[in-house]
Nanobody, 114 residues
Framework: VQLQASGGGLVQAGGSLRLSCAAS????????MTWYRQAPGKQRRLVAA???????NYADSVMGRFTISRDNAKNTVYLQMNNLRPEDTAVYYC?????????WGQGTLVTVSS
């Protein structure tokens, strides 16, 4: 199983980024896909999740600014991040919960400058 995250980078406050996480080796359509983030010196925290039926869940801190989506045909989950703030700076990780186990991607760094 591989989860390949991409799309991170440096952006100014108020800007946007779209993260992608491509999965292989799993039955993607049946998986709960989640984005987490870990800021320097802090614990890894849930950002957004999307179930196999398309239902979503967001952390309060990103509600209304971030949108999680999935494309089962491409085995990919996305995180559209708008109106970014300096406090969104973190390494973002994708996570898959499948019938065969739990898996983490390698992380992609998002840096938001003020």
């Amino acid at each position: 199983v591989q989860l390949q995250a991409s799309g991170g980078g440096l952006v100014q406050a108020g800007g946007s980024l779209r993260l992608s996480c491509a999965a292989s080796g799993v039955i993607f359509a049946n998986s709960l896909m989640t984005w987490y983030r870990q800021a320097p010196g802090k614990q890894r925290r849930l950002v957004a999740a999307i179930a196999s039926d398309g239902s979503t869940n967001y952390a309060d801190s990103v509600m209304g600014r971030f949108t999680i989506s999935r494309d089962n045909a491409k085995n990919t989950v996305y995180l559209q991040m708008n109106n970014l703030r300096p406090e969104d700076t973190a390494v973002y990780y994708c996570h898959a919960a499948t019938g065969a186990g739990y898996y983490w991607g390698q992380g992609t760094l998002v840096t938001v400058s003020s």
